[in-house]
């Protein structure tokens, strides 16, 4: 298990946090009581922000027949819908919603060649909010894969998520279950898939990034 590099920042401005309250606490002698106080929150944050960071080690086996999950979450939707931004036809939509206590890495779901990238300013509603894929802060990425396939996927930011990090741009060549990107504090992921891609998840189901696949051209 390793600490995620975008978490440097946060992690530090909690232990610089910790030690200013304690360090208070200790100055104007403070009660003993409200000392393990201070001490448990600092405890309970610097948890917390390793908990958000955390970035387990995968063996990530490669398999160009598949979509694996690009994020650790629940399936939240699983529908056919026209998708206006690049392909402007009839997609098959995949969302996948990270709670807080997830993982916050992504992954890409196939390998291939970036054939496009925006990122896109906007709103922070919450993540299961219908106009959340449109409105809010996000990023598409399209990847084809060496047969042709294209497959979209989005990073969508929610209440919590203030930041969405990507390490892609177009013609970069990746490759599946590589980091393509990381939310901070949860949100959610969607994936675009061709009409006809064989859905090998359900609703509800919790999946696994660069582990779980997803579809199945």
Not at 166 to 186: H, R, S
């Amino acid at each position: 298990m390793k600490f995620h590099k975008e978490g440097y920042t946060s992690l530090a401005l909690v232990v610089l946090f910790a030690f200013v309250i304690n360090a208070l606490a200790d100055y104007y002698d403070a009660p003993a009581y409200l000392k393990w106080v201070f001490y448990a929150l600092s405890a309970f944050l610097v948890i917390t922000i390793l908990q958000f960071f955390r970035s387990p080690t995968k063996h990530i086996s490669i398999d160009e027949r598949v979509v694996l999950c690009p994020a650790d979450g629940k399936v939240v939707v699983i529908e056919e819908t026209e998708e206006t931004e690049y392909f402007n036809d009839k997609r098959i939509q995949v969302s996948i919603f990270m709670s807080p206590i997830n993982v916050h890495v992504n992954r890409n779901p196939i390998s291939g060649i970036v054939s496009y990238f925006k990122y896109h300013p906007g709103k922070f509603l919450v993540a299961w909010h219908p106009k959340s894929s449109t409105d809010n802060e996000r990023t598409t990425v399209v990847v084809k894969n060496q047969s042709g396939v294209e497959v979209l996927f989005r990073q969508i930011a929610g209440a919590m998520a203030r930041r969405i990090v990507w390490y892609v741009k177009e013609n970069d060549n990746v490759k599946q279950g590589d980091e393509f990107g990381f939310i901070k504090f949860g949100s959610r992921v969607d994936l675009f898939l061709p009409i006809g891609t064989d859905v090998n998840v359900h609703i509800g189901d919790k999946v696994t990034g660069g582990k779980t696949v997803i579809a199945r051209f």
